[in-house]
């Protein structure tokens, strides 16, 4: 029989993991199907549960219920467990394990797709919400020299640092609200705030661009607020996060089918249309 899995969420109308999961099932030879699903504000568990009972064999999770997959998962990994928020479950006769994917898929956008390397160098991770809580532990990982958490209320990111401080290695890892960003400079900015839903940026002072800096930014679809003010501010290079959406899906994907799809080719067919 064909294996089911599923993105769950709500709104989901708008959602490309369907076009994506279909291509990396074309690609590796799979026999898979893939489906979107309008789950109730207040009915992910049941809406979950449901597809599980029906053969599913795992879900892809996107707002509004990635912590209500947390609380689902009767196990969880590390980077699931650190993000506090669960974006990919995986059913088996054990039961439902909880993964979250959207930090690896960032750092794979980064080092592979737009050829930045993160060991050594200088970031800025603006927000301190999931977004920003999901993507820490990864980017730690790498080994950057400095990196810096900033929020509108600057309690929030020195709270996210306190939790992480333990994680951060051989990284100087700092926090504060964005007033405290003059006179310092990165090689990476990466916005995780909400800004760009509500077409805004974040207020953020001049000079932080170095040489050859990239402004990245998680939404994707659009030139948002952030980005066009990047580029005022002297970024070398803009991306928005259509290719963390591609690897963190690939990511899903082999932790389902144990085998890694390419991406590539998939960016380029979503970037096309």
Same mark, same amino acid.
């Given at each position: 029989? /064909?294996?089911?899995?599923?993105?769950?969420?709500?709104?989901?109308?708008?959602?490309?993991?369907?076009?994506?999961?279909?291509?990396?099932?074309?690609?590796?030879?799979?026999?898979?199907?893939?489906?979107?699903?309008?789950?109730?504000?207040? @009915?992910?568990?049941?809406?979950? +549960?449901?597809?599980?009972?029906?053969? @599913? +064999?795992?879900?892809?999770?996107?707002?509004?219920?990635?912590?209500?997959?947390?609380?689902?998962?009767?196990?969880?990994?590390?980077?699931?467990?650190?993000?506090?928020?669960?974006?990919?479950?995986?059913?088996?006769?054990?039961?439902?394990?909880?993964?979250?994917?959207?930090?690896?898929?960032?750092?794979?956008?980064? /080092?592979?797709?737009?050829?930045?390397?993160?060991?050594?160098?200088?970031?800025?991770?603006? @927000?301190? @919400?999931?977004?920003?809580?999901?993507?820490?532990?990864?980017?730690?990982?790498?080994?950057?020299?400095?990196?810096?958490?900033?929020?509108?209320?600057?309690?929030?990111?020195?709270?996210?640092?306190?939790?992480?401080?333990?994680? $951060?290695?051989?990284?100087?890892?700092?926090?504060?609200?964005?007033?405290?960003?003059?006179?310092?400079?990165?090689?990476?900015?990466?916005?995780?705030? $909400?800004?760009?839903?509500?077409?805004? %940026?974040?207020?953020?002072?001049?000079?932080?661009?170095?040489?050859?800096?990239?402004?990245?930014?998680?939404?994707?679809?659009?030139?948002?607020?952030?980005?066009? %003010?990047?580029?005022?501010?002297? $970024?070398?290079?803009?991306?928005?996060?259509?290719?963390?959406?591609?690897?963190?899906?690939?990511?899903?994907?082999?932790?389902?089918?144990?085998?890694?799809?390419?991406?590539?080719?998939?960016?380029? +067919?979503?970037?096309?249309?």
């Amino acid at each position: 029989m /064909t294996d089911r899995y599923a993105v769950i969420g709500n709104p989901i109308a708008h959602s490309k993991s369907p076009r994506i999961h279909a291509l990396f099932a074309e690609l590796t030879a799979q026999d898979m199907r893939y489906e979107a699903i309008l789950a109730p504000a207040d @009915g992910f568990a049941a809406a979950a +549960r449901a597809f599980l009972d029906a053969g @599913g +064999r795992g879900m892809n999770v996107t707002v509004p219920f990635k912590l209500a997959a947390h609380a689902l998962a009767d196990t969880r990994s590390s980077r699931a467990e650190a993000a506090g928020a669960v974006n990919t479950l995986i059913f088996s006769p054990a039961g439902i394990h909880g993964d979250n994917t959207d930090g690896a898929g960032l750092v794979a956008d980064l /080092t592979r797709n737009l050829a930045t390397p993160l060991a050594g160098r200088r970031i800025l991770l603006l @927000g301190a @919400g999931g977004a920003a809580r999901g993507a820490l532990l990864p980017l730690l990982a790498q080994q950057p020299a400095h990196l810096h958490l900033a929020n509108r209320t600057a309690d929030k990111a020195r709270a996210l640092r306190t939790a992480f401080a333990a994680r $951060a290695g051989v990284c100087r890892l700092q926090a504060g609200g964005f007033d405290a960003l003059a006179g310092q400079q990165f090689d990476l900015v990466i916005n995780a705030t $909400a800004a760009s839903l509500a077409d805004e %940026a974040p207020p953020l002072p001049d000079g932080l661009y170095a040489p050859d800096s990239l402004a990245y930014d998680m939404m994707y679809g659009r030139e948002t607020p952030f980005l066009i %003010a990047a580029r005022a501010q002297g $970024a070398a290079r803009l991306a928005d996060g259509l290719g963390m959406l591609v690897e963190q899906a690939a990511e899903s994907f082999f932790l389902w089918r144990g085998v890694r799809p390419p991406t590539a080719p998939v960016l380029a +067919r979503l970037r096309e249309k």
